[in-house]
């Protein structure tokens, strides 16, 4: 009988842990404090990542513990601004808006999003006592969610560049580990992995925001380059950021031919068959290079943090917060507050991570039996190293991403050097930052 | 007679129809045009202003646009010829007497590509052109032909899928053209002479001129505005060398979000296509 009701007693504790629901000290449950907005429907755009897939097989326990619908309208990436902007400049049907690190500085400049606080403030009842906002990795809240020190979003979908090796092809050509720096990477590891139609490396730069974050300005800041200087001008030119630019150069010859029509689908791919030793990706791939119905490869993949430049490791930074959109009425902003919370909180963390997301708490990556997500210690270890500013967060980015992506290209294909590129993109850039009024002193230099 | 129908009838009739154009077509217009003259960004709605004509000269001092209105005109400039001459020699084998059912078969397959949305020719190209895993290095021989990644391999492709899915349009228009032909004029040219040549000249082309103009009119406002098929296949790259004009508009106003500049480009747009349309028919169109 004692046995029957200590079962009992754990099914209920994990199950109402599972669904976050779980009444604490406090005495705050999510049932409780969603219940005055029951029926309530939220709107938000999801992408088709592997992150979004977790919440979404976990979306059924929320919206029974709450009565709150979660309408998601899917979009690929490349939509998923024009989509969200549209939808804001018309007064539109999203409650949440999904806002990658480049877009919070127009989200947040153009009021389409609320301040956190300013959202708590509205609804105390709906705020989490264990909502724990110290347990966000701080990089990531900072340059995720938050905009001239203000948070506006929770860290959701959350990306870390990685090195992403084959050990088998390595070990086959006498490596006993990744390299340790870009440099190794191309002077000793390019030449030795580039044989028989195999290549050494695959560095995604499609023209599109591929180009610009996970190509360009990925060789950028490891060499001690930058897109802009502290007065906002070009450093595009300077002896580092064009160390960087020419390294990029150098190295393709140890990439697959046509890199430039490269997406991620492609770089993933290329080395999901083999094809490719080592990739610098978002850890969001993981899921998708170590299982077997993907990968030729799952049993060979490892994980490493991105190599070292003479600057330092400085790794690629992306990811996506989710924060309360003004033009919700006021139903579907508190409802659409508990859905963020309830998504990133730290009691979900777990499951969101083995369902295939990568959560921003610190907490879930100190617990036991991560050992089958490999990725861990090198997302941990990047998390330190990043640069908030790896891609320019204000408004303006936009504009100029498609400069970088027009010009990146060019270079990359011989059309133009590094340094007539670079200064093209310089000379363009400036004109669209002197416009928005950096220059003048009407804007605040913050990126 | 037209004097005796009372004013109200020809509104009704014609009314709705007017109301209906300038709801979808000259609203919009308008519209473009009022965009045109401000600075409109839709992520800063709040500097919108009255610049004038500025959107206008940046678009005649912009060098990206005019390289993408030359990518465009030399995309029109060799598919179209070769749309023509498929088109052309497909119609007239179609026009040969006997085979009605192969020719039938044939006549509906035409319309295949022409059904096939442009979005998936982009998609199916993407497969097919693959590098690595593409039929069309496949069947030749397991090549190595980076067609994708390529600035005149992608370029290649375009105009490839181009003229694969609008050959039959043309072969088709041309085909009603030929049939336009009096059968007992065709007949006794060809009891004159046994030129086929000379008959295609001087008996077929006067008839096939009105379809060969509409074609001309149209092909170019395809091409102007071609979108589709390329942002599915090569988004524009590698670098700029499939960023056709259409792709460029639709960069800048939907990416960039620079909705006045947008504008700008596609009114300059407009007027050339208007431009075009009007010489071809001058030019080439002549009554039978």
Redesign the interface.
């Known amino acids: 009988m004692k046995n029957l009701r200590n079962l009992c007693y754990s099914a209920a504790l994990a199950g109402a842990m599972a669904t976050g629901a779980a009444a604490d000290g406090h005495g705050w449950s999510l049932k409780d404090a969603a219940a005055p907005y029951a029926g309530t429907t939220v709107d938000v755009v999801f992408l088709l990542r592997p992150g979004y897939e977790a919440i979404e097989a976990m979306l059924p326990a929320f919206e029974e513990e709450t009565g709150i619908k979660i309408n998601i309208i899917k979009h690929p990436y490349e939509n998923a ?2 989509e969200q ?2 939808d804001f ?1 018309s007064g539109g049907d999203l409650d949440i808006a999904l806002i990658d690190l480049v877009w919070i500085g ?1 989200f947040a400049e ?1 009021e389409w999003v609320l301040p956190l606080e300013e959202v708590q403030a509205k609804f105390p009842d709906a705020v989490d006592p264990d909502l724990d906002i110290d347990d966000f990795f701080p990089l990531v809240l900072n340059a995720f969610g938050g905009w001239n020190d203000t948070v506006y979003g929770l860290p959701f979908d959350n990306y870390s560049g990685l090195m992403f090796y084959n050990r088998c092809m390595l070990e086959e050509a006498g490596f006993d580990g990744p390299p340790e720096t870009w440099q190794e990477l191309k002077d000793v590891y390019g030449p030795a992995l580039t044989k028989d139609g195999k290549y050494a490396f695959a560095l995604q730069s ?3 925001e591929t180009q610009s974050a996970d190509s360009f300005a990925r060789v950028l800041w490891p060499f001690g380059g930058s897109f802009l200087d502290a007065d906002f001008k070009s450093n595009l030119m300077s002896e580092e950021s064009q160390a960087g630019l020419q390294f990029r150069q150098d190295l393709m010859q140890y990439m ?7 997406d991620h689908a492609e770089t993933v791919n290329a080395f999901a068959q083999g ?1 490719v030793a080592m990739i610098t990706e978002w850890s969001a791939f993981y899921s998708s290079v170590v299982s077997p119905d993907t990968s030729k490869i799952a049993d060979c993949v490892e994980i490493a943090p991105e190599p070292k430049g003479p600057a330092g490791r400085k790794p690629a930074l992306g990811g996506f917060s989710l924060a309360v959109a003004s033009q919700a009425d006021e139903d579907e902003q508190a409802a659409a507050y508990l859905f963020i919370q309830w998504a990133t909180s730290k009691a979900n963390a777990r499951e969101y991570l083995e369902r295939g997301g990568v959560p921003a708490r610190q907490s879930v990556y100190t617990e036991d039996g991560l050992e089958d997500f490999k990725f861990v210690p090198a997302l941990v270890e990047s998390w330190q190293d990043g640069v908030p500013e790896f891609r320019p967060r204000f ?1 303006e980015w ?2 100029i991403t ?1 400069i970088v992506q ?1 010009w990146g ?2 270079m990359m ?1 011989g ?1 133009v050097t590094t340094e007539e590129g670079a200064q093209e993109i310089g000379t363009r850039m400036e004109e669209v930052l002197e416009d ?1 009024g950096y220059y003048s002193g009407d804007k605040r230099l913050a990126q | 007679m037209r004097g005796q129908v009372p004013r109200k009838t020809i509104f009704a009739f014609i009314g709705p129809a007017v109301i209906g154009l300038a709801v979808v077509g000259i609203a919009p217009l308008l519209y473009a045009v009022w965009t045109s003259l401000h600075f409109y960004n ?4 709040r500097r919108v202003e009255f610049i004038g004509l500025e959107n206008y000269w940046t678009v005649l001092t912009d060098e ?1 646009f005019w390289q993408a209105m030359g990518r465009t005109f030399f995309l029109l400039g060799t598919a179209l010829p070769l749309q023509i001459a498929l088109g052309l020699g497909i119609a007239l084998v179609l026009h040969q007497p006997g085979l009605t059912l192969v020719k039938t078969l044939a006549r509906l397959s035409l319309v295949l590509p022409m059904a096939t949305t442009y979005a998936v020719v982009g998609l199916l190209g993407q497969v097919m052109f693959n ?2 895993f593409g039929v069309v290095n496949q069947l030749l021989g397991g090549a ?1 032909i ?1 067609w ?4 005149e391999n ?1 370029f290649a492709m375009i105009i490839f899928w181009d003229v694969w899915q609008w050959t039959p349009f043309v072969a088709l228009v041309l085909l009603a053209g030929l049939t336009m032909v009096p059968g007992e004029v065709e007949e006794a040219a060809r009891l004159e002479t046994k030129s086929k040549w000379t008959v295609l000249r001087y008996v077929q082309l006067p008839f096939l001129l009105p379809g060969l103009v509409a074609v001309l009119i149209l092909r170019t406002a395809d091409t102007l505005k071609l979108f589709d098929m390329v942002f599915t296949l ?7 060398s499939t960023e056709f004009i259409s792709l460029m508009i639709q ?1 800048v106003g ?5 909705q006045g500049l947008a504008s700008a480009q596609a009114i300059i747009l407009l007027i050339i296509t208007i431009v075009l349309a009007q010489i071809y028919i001058r030019v080439f169109y002549k009554e039978v």
């Open positions: 601004l024009g902007v549209r400049v127009n153009n499609k023209r599109n697959p031919d046509g890199i430039v029509a490269y094809d408004a936009p504009e498609e027009e290209t060019k294909l059309e928005a | 839709l992520t800063k709605l990206a590098q690595k190595d980076n994708i990644g390529d600035p992608a090569t988004r524009g790259g590698p670098g700029a960069r939907f990416r960039g979000f620079d």
